[in-house]
T-cell receptor
Framework: ETGVTQTPRHLVMGMTNKKSLKCEQHLGHNAMYWYKQSAKKPLELMFVYSLEERVENNSVPSRFSPECPNSSHLFLHLHTLQPEDSALYLC?????????????FGPGTRLTVL | SQQGEEDPQALSIQEGENATMNCSYKTSINNLQWYRQNSGRGLVHLILIRSNEREKHSGRLRVTLDTSKKSSSLLITASRAADTASYFCATGGNQFYFGTGTSLTVIP
């Protein structure tokens, strides 16, 4: 649909598990983003990568670890999460990192932490 | 807060009516964008208006921007049931800031 895919679409994990979220974009973009969307809260920007380098880290706890091996792929590694981390995690990409470009979003991963 | 704040939080209208959503923000911006999100899905870009523009149209969408009042509005004309979704404004300065959105329900 938008050229950005995310897997898995749903994930249930315990607090001691380690899991990873994957995002792939087929748009030839140079920037990729992770957002967290919780109920009744604004979308929270977590990380920004530009040309595979992290350019933004908005005070995200270390239990979230991003990885960008190339400009088409972005991962979010999760470990020892808390129940309040349950949310919809959205990946997005844009031609360049910055606010003038349209961001294209993936469908999201619905994460539930038990 | 630098986020855009949408108003109202929820809006319910009959099919065929117009829907108007407002967005207010606090800092200077380069542009303002509107996005739509169907339940549990990703956001889809609708329209971008630059800080030097006052009005922009795209199909049934009309966006206005008043930088003196730091506000924008999104008008959807002749609404359809398929327009039911959440609508977000995103203010572009150094980075994007999204609000909590307006939940629009169009009743067939």
């Amino acid at each position: 649909e938008t050229g950005v895919t995310q897997t898995p679409r749903h994930l249930v994990m315990g607090m001691t598990n380690k899991k990873s979220l994957k995002c792939e974009q087929h748009l030839g973009h140079n920037a990729m983003y992770w957002y967290k969307q919780s109920a009744k809260k604004p979308l929270e920007l977590m990380f920004v990568y530009s040309l595979e380098e992290r350019v933004e880290n908005n005070s995200v706890p270390s239990r979230f670890s991003p990885e960008c091996p190339n400009s088409s792929h972005l991962f979010l590694h999760l470990h020892t999460l808390q129940p309040e981390d349950s949310a919809l995690y959205l990946c997005a990409s844009s031609y360049s990192a910055g606010s003038t470009d349209t961001q294209y979003f993936g469908p999201g991963t619905r994460l539930t932490v038990l | 807060s630098q986020q855009g704040e949408e108003d109202p939080q929820a809006l319910s209208i009959q099919e065929g009516e117009n829907a108007t959503m407002n967005c207010s923000y606090k800092t200077s911006i380069n542009n303002l964008q509107w996005y739509r999100q169907n339940s549990g899905r990703g956001l889809v870009h609708l329209i971008l208006i630059r800080s030097n523009e006052r009005e922009k149209h795209s199909g049934r969408l009309r966006v206005t921007l008043d930088t003196s009042k730091k506000s924008s509005s999104l008008l959807i004309t002749a609404s359809r049931a398929a327009d039911t979704a959440s609508y977000f404004c995103a203010t572009g300065g150094n980075q994007f800031y999204f609000g909590t959105g307006t939940s629009l329900t169009v009743i067939p």
